[in-house]
T-cell receptor
Framework: ELKVEQNPLFLSMQEGKNYTIYCNYS?????LYWYRQDPGKSLESLFV?????AVKQEGRLMASLDTKARLSTLHITAAVHDLSATYFC??????????????FGTGTRLKVLA | DTGVSQDPRHKITKRGQNVTFRCDPI?????LYWYRQTLGQGPEFLTY????????KSRLLSDRFSAERPKGSFSTLEIQRTEQGDSAMYLC????????????FGSGTRLTVV
């Protein structure tokens, strides 16, 4: 059974600091997705990583994928308060119905302190 | 197109009542998914439609749950005889392909069973 684990689960950091969130998954997959969720809201797509070595950056966030290590990272540079949210990674798994369903990680709740 | 729409945004119901949620996907997306997210957890797959056909159901979808997608457009998720354990955010997502750019999630319906 595919398991997706994130760490840390909770992260409190000062504005201006850097930090990395890790996403490990237990079986082979070439694709990984990062989402952001604000309290009481739905999921906002951040990054789609489709191959080994993929790296994508948007503003202060950068995501990478190492399919051999089954590891993705989400790096935060010079954090600002607006980045406070819960971040989920998800791995897709083929299903017998001919589609792919997502297995989500446990989420990392990030709080950026002024 | 304004994305994936879900209605209602919030629903409070008494235990034992039936509830129905609606999802309107992006018009050109033929694939539609329902996920459930309980507090502090990542979303979990419930069911998948390709056009009007329901091709996969999770074991999480008990007999009290039924989903439809008539004519391959909007979808409804009905929960009969609600229980307190049904309290969660119900997320709908749609996609054009099996993977690639990933899903587009709706805003979700938050169900509270009292």
């Amino acid at each position: 059974e595919l398991k997706v684990e994130q760490n840390p689960l909770f992260l409190s950091m000062q504005e201006g600091k850097n930090y990395t969130i890790y996403c490990n998954y237990s079986t082979t997959s070439d694709r990984l997705y990062w989402y952001r969720q604000d309290p009481g809201k739905s999921l906002e797509s951040l990054f789609v990583l489709l191959s080994n070595g993929a790296v994508k950056q948007e503003g202060r966030l950068m995501a990478s994928l190492d399919t051999k290590a089954r590891l993705s990272t989400l790096h935060i540079t010079a954090a600002v308060h607006d980045l406070s949210a819960t971040y989920f990674c998800a791995v897709d798994r083929p299903s017998t119905s001919g589609t792919y369903k997502y297995i989500f990680g446990t989420g990392t709740r990030l709080k950026v302190l002024a | 197109d304004t994305g994936v729409s879900q209605d209602p945004r919030h629903k409070i119901t008494k235990r034992g009542q039936n509830v129905t949620f609606r999802c309107d996907p992006i018009s050109e997306h033929n694939r539609l998914y329902w996920y459930r997210q309980t507090l502090g957890q990542g979303p979990e797959f419930l069911t998948y439609f390709q056009n009007e056909a329901q091709l996969e159901k999770s074991r999480l979808l008990s007999d009290r749950f039924s989903a439809e997608r008539p004519k391959g457009s909007f979808s409804t998720l009905e929960i009969q005889r609600t229980e307190q354990g049904d309290s969660a955010m119900y997320l709908c997502a749609s996609s054009l392909g099996a993977y690639g750019d990933g899903y587009t999630f709706g805003s979700g319906t938050r169900l509270t069973v009292v």
